[in-house]
């Protein structure tokens, strides 16, 4: 009887990592003394920013389903469940807060790396309850952790159609989770090694639009957060997670590992977040910008729109590129389409919330915008978020064009925190389980002081 046969193929290459082993002595030492000021005050961003589209995301689709689950597994109270004061395992905690983070997609952005403060705030805020830490250890871990998955994402080649979020998100949140549990640096090696056997993610929630997208940090938060609870009961891991022969790099993205370590604990790559003004995926933000830039600008009435031309990189277009159809879930399709969003901000004249609602997404008065709206690629663009460019052509033939070159960014310039902080209070005001105003203000003010707080196990307390 004949065997099967399988061919055995031969990972890529990876060169050793320099300075792997100072890394991780590096991050287990990192301090919020160590931290710069502007360091310190992106990381205050992006906890509010964070917390503040979360609250907002508990009544999107899926995230009831999300957390009846985390209830029903029960188990030790360990670290609450934002918005109510519901405690559970460590691990669920992470899990649905970093679901709810991620559900309007109106969490913050990096050209380095995607949503990083959705996937390690909620591990590092869960910890730091479970094992009851200073809000100067949890500052210090957050930006550990978020430092080291920017790099990964900083020094990766190419894409692949792997979703960059989980797969480097869930080492971030190990080292955020691990400096809070105390890990010596060879449990923190051993916890990112098993951080490695559950690395993951795919573009296959973006072509499908489905509501395992408002996931996948999800389980990279939860993921990180099991790794280093194994370690600490003495659970060994694979020591060369990144360079291995079977290591990160070698099976999944191509990368140039020789600078991830070098500047580490000098130069914070956090400062580069970014804090998004749409509820919609990062690569439509450009186009939106043009879209709404042109039609304010000249007053452009929807009836008078001939046909609306999108130019896109190709890697906003690998993402949101895909034509508009009602398959999938609505909210999904709003986030997640370009054409659906220059489409809608051409007839609303805005791009919120209430424009992800199933009435507003398959109204027909979006759809007859959609049908004259094209969007291409322009392969010779090689950045990530921008440049796009909206052309709106009318029926007189007369064309307006806008091209927008960056990323727009809430919070850039001198009123960038005033603005952030509108965005906050408007995403705690949102939907049935608003904050109140009071409560509002104490969690911004929390924030704000959070290096002066000794514990942070009563973080969240009495708020709602």
Not at 254 to 283: I, M, R, W
Not at 416 to 440: I, N, V
Request: aromatic letters at 6%; charged letters at 15%.
């Amino acid at each position: 009887m004949g065997g099967i046969t399988m061919q055995v193929i031969a990972p890529r290459t990876v060169p050793k990592m320099p300075g792997f082993d100072a890394l991780i002595d590096t991050m287990v030492a990192l301090q919020c003394d160590d931290l710069p000021a502007g360091a310190v005050t992106s990381a205050k961003y992006s906890l509010l920013d964070t917390l503040a589209v979360a609250l907002a995301g508990r009544a999107a689709a899926g995230m009831h389903g999300v957390r009846a689950l985390a209830l029903e597994e029960g188990g030790a109270a360990q670290a609450s469940l934002w918005g109510e004061g519901t405690a559970v395992p460590v691990s669920n905690a992470a899990f649905y807060n970093a679901a709810i983070a991620s559900a309007l997609d109106f969490d913050s952005l990096s050209p380095h790396v995607g949503h990083m403060d959705a996937t390690i705030i909620p591990a590092a805020l869960a910890a730091a309850q479970w094992r009851n830490c200073s809000g100067a250890e949890f500052l210090a871990a957050f930006v550990a952790g978020a430092e080291l998955g920017y790099r990964l994402g900083r020094a990766t080649l190419n894409t692949r159609g792997w979703y960059r979020v989980s797969l480097y998100g869930v080492f971030g949140a190990t080292v955020a989770a691990g400096k809070l549990a105390g890990l010596t640096s060879e449990q923190l090696k051993s916890a990112l090694g098993l951080a490695l056997l559950q690395a993951a993610g795919t573009l296959q929630n973006h072509t499908e639009r489905t509501l395992g997208k408002r996931l996948m940090a999800a389980f990279a938060a939860k993921a990180g957060v099991q790794a280093v609870r194994l370690a600490m009961q003495g659970i060994t891991g694979p020591a060369q997670s990144l360079d291995g022969k079977y290591g990160l790099f070698a099976m999944y993205e191509e990368a140039d590992l020789s600078h991830v370590a070098a500047d580490y604990g000098q130069v914070f790559l956090n400062q580069d977040t970014t804090y998004k003004k749409f509820p919609t995926c990062g690569c439509t933000h450009a186009a939106l910008e043009a879209a709404l830039t042109v039609v304010h600008r000249h007053d452009i009435a929807v009836d008078q729109v001939a046909a609306i031309d999108v130019v896109l990189t190709p890697y906003m277009h690998q993402l949101v590129g895909y034509p508009f159809e009602a398959g999938g879930d609505v909210e999904v399709i709003g986030q997640f389409c370009a054409q659906y969003a220059v489409a809608s901000a051409l007839v609303h004249r805005r791009y919120t919330p209430a424009e992800l609602t199933r009435d507003v997404v398959l109204s027909e008065r979006v759809a007859e915008i959609v049908a004259k709206t094209q969007v291409r690629v322009d392969p010779t663009l090689t950045s990530m978020h921008a440049p796009a460019e909206v052309r709106v052509v009318l029926h007189t033939g007369q064309q307006y064009a806008v091209r927008i070159e960056q990323l727009p960014d809430l919070a850039a310039g001198e009123s960038g925190y005033l603005a952030l902080k509108d965005k906050a209070r408007g995403c705690m005001s949102a939907g049935p389980q608003a904050l109140s105003h009071s409560a509002q203000e104490a969690l911004i003010d929390r924030i704000e002081t959070i290096e002066t707080r000794p514990e942070m196990a009563d973080f969240l307390m009495h708020l709602w």
